[in-house]
């Protein structure tokens, strides 16, 4: 086995994770910017074990990133006062049950995540992977500076998915809208 270099900011949430707002096949468009993958990682409270790491990692990328943060200021400014990308649902989607006792990131990338099922095998059937679905996302934590905006961000490595859950969102799957054979419509139209 290869000999592993622990990367101090990476991280690799727990298996109930669920991923909202997931855009892993088709890199989007934010306020005009530049496209990129992305996906809202709702991590549980009783998490705690993820919820360590994320926070490790934070501090991580806060000390390597320290040059980058001070800029041109004489100091350092406080984690404290940075946006960072680990934030409280309860607090801040009050109103959306799928973040309620949760917290989530949101993490994104340039580049396609690679994106895999609980056996590591890869998954090229789009309907597989959708906002509502479980699993584990291999994250790194970095320092940024640019336009007057300090902090730490989140980037978006790898997608493991790990069991179905209830789509998120307004669109239905297309299986869960053509499930009931009782439609007599079709009879009427043909007549």
């Known amino acids: 086995m290869a000999n592993k270099v622990k990367n101090p900011m990476k991280v690799i949430t727990g298996p109930n994770t669920r991923w909202s707002y997931c855009n892993a096949w088709e890199p989007k468009s934010i306020n005009g910017g530049e496209p990129k993958y992305s996906v809202s990682l709702i991590i549980p409270k009783s998490d705690t074990v993820t919820l360590?790491?994320?926070k490790a990692a934070i501090e991580a990328a806060y000390k390597e990133?320290?040059?980058?943060?001070?800029?041109?200021?004489?100091?350092?400014?406080?984690?404290a006062t940075l946006k960072t990308p680990l934030r409280d649902g309860d607090?801040?989607?009050?109103?959306?049950?799928?973040?309620?006792?949760?917290?989530?990131?949101?993490?994104?990338s340039t580049t396609a995540p690679g994106?895999?099922?609980?056996?590591?095998?890869e998954i090229i059937d789009r309907s597989e992977v959708y906002s509502g679905v479980y699993g584990?996302?291999?994250?790194?934590f970095y320092a940024f500076n640019s336009n007057g905006n300090k902090g730490i961000a989140?980037?978006?490595n790898n997608?493991?998915?790990?069991?179905?859950?209830?789509?998120?969102?307004s669109r239905a799957r297309a299986e869960d809208d053509f499930a009931d054979d009782d439609d007599d419509s079709t009879e009427d139209f043909l007549y």
């Open 154 to 156: 989140c980037g978006l």
């Open 65 to 79: 990133g320290e040059a980058k943060l001070k800029g041109k200021g004489k100091t350092v400014p406080p984690l």
């Open 136 to 140: 584990r996302a291999s994250i790194n």
């Open 52 to 54: 360590a790491k994320i």
């Open 159 to 169: 997608l493991q998915k790990i069991r179905d859950g209830e789509p998120l969102g």
């Open 115 to 121: 994106i895999v099922d609980a056996d590591r095998q």
């Open 91 to 108: 607090t801040e989607r009050p109103d959306d049950p799928a973040y309620a006792n949760a917290y989530f990131i949101n993490a994104n």
